[in-house]
């Protein structure tokens, strides 16, 4: 897929950050989007901003769903087909995510669980759902949205990342896995894993939203939000860029930010140090050096 004009893609997650950026880059590219998010004002606006800027025949649209209820995907799937007409989607990026469920300790099991929902089973019942309007376009291509979290199960020292690190690992391995399968029984559809480091998105925000209950947001989370947002070494835009430069390329693989292909560089050279942080940084200095 080495251009998206004319193509029809699907971005799960696209209420804000790099979902929201990843529409609005193919559809200014000339491909038709149809883009869902739990937020229905976000999704709203990002379908406004990406019509604003599409090129000539792209066409945008946007719906509410929560990917973790695989109800709510099939219903999609059915928006999206008489949305857009025909038979087939060329892309579908399964983006979206939330954190939460730090400590498998001290967090509700009910936190625990919702984020493991929406970042695995979300992928999961979007790949069954589109899996066969992939294989309908003659050329399709997956895309699951991991993170540096996918092998590297940790935010650091104090700070645990137990359901959110759990349900990247399992997109990691889902994606890896699907690569001979696909290879074997559906050669026309080829898959990509995506991993993440630090990208100025809203993702604290969006988290405490997905577990709140509609309770208003604390001024803490508020500012939390805002410092991990403006304070990333990678900008949303510039992310969703280099995802889609790794889809016209053919790459299986994409690491997303110099922190994402260091720390990948590091586990991998030295996996028995990957949680002796002090070893590990000394690996990244000697990087640096």
Known sequence: MDSFSGKLAVVTGGGSGIGRELVRQLAAQGCSVATCDINASGVSETADLARAGAASGAKVSGHVCDVSD?????????????EHGGDHVDLVVS????????????????????????????????????LPLLIASGDGVLVNTSSVNGFWATLGPDMPSTAYSAAKFAVKGFTEALIEDLRTNAPQVRVAVVMPGHVGTDIVANSFRAHADGAPMPEQWVKANADFRDKAPLSAADAAAIILDGVRTGSWRILVGEDARTLDKLVREAPEAAYDYEALGKGAAGQDG
């Open 95 to 130: 983006n979206a995510g939330i954190g939460g469920g730090n400590s498998f300790v001290n967090d509700s099991r009910q936190q625990w669980e919702r984020t493991f929902a929406i970042d695995w089973w979300g992928v999961y019942y979007c790949a069954r759902a589109f």
């Open 70 to 82: 695989e109800a709510q995907v099939l219903r999609f799937r059915g928006e999206v087909l008489a």
